[in-house]
Nanobody, 125 residues
Framework: QVQLVESGGGLVQTGGSLRLSCAAS????????MGWFRQAPGKEREFVAA????????YSAGSVKGRFTISRDNAKNTVYLQMNSLKLEDTAVYYC??????????????????WGQGTQVTVSS
């Protein structure tokens, strides 16, 4: 069984920073990409960022471009989301996900096969 475990969420003031981590464990699995999604109360889950595992190519949503950075550590089987200049509207549960196969669009949730339980990020004024 594959497990994705997120950590690093918490409460931060506007303009602050947080770094989320997502560690993969369990049975080995091939992954083509990993991504971060978020879901705010009363809203649909939305794409935040993704990284192709083999070459490190990254994709990010327009709302976080220039503020959030996704990265990976192959040796640690871990993906990170560095979040800077946080805004109130970044408040959400953040989910890590892993895609086993190539996708032409990693912003789609259905490109991913494994999901973490989520970590809460709350930005306050």
């Amino acid at each position: 069984q594959v497990q994705l475990v997120e950590s690093g969420g918490g409460l931060v003031q506007t303009g602050g920073s947080l770094r989320l981590s997502c560690a993969a464990s369990g049975r080995p699995f091939s992954r083509n990409a990993m991504g971060w999604f978020r879901q705010a109360p009363g809203k649909e889950r939305e794409f935040v960022a993704a990284i192709v595992w083999s070459d490190g190519n990254t994709y990010s949503a327009g709302s976080v471009k220039g503020r959030f950075t996704i990265s990976r550590d192959n040796a640690k089987n871990t993906v990170y989301l560095q979040m800077n200049s946080l805004k109130l509207e970044d408040t959400a549960v953040y989910y890590c996900a892993a895609a086993r196969y190539y996708s032409s669009d990693y912003s789609r949730a259905d490109a991913y096969h494994y999901w973490g339980q989520g970590t809460q990020v709350t930005v306050s004024s």
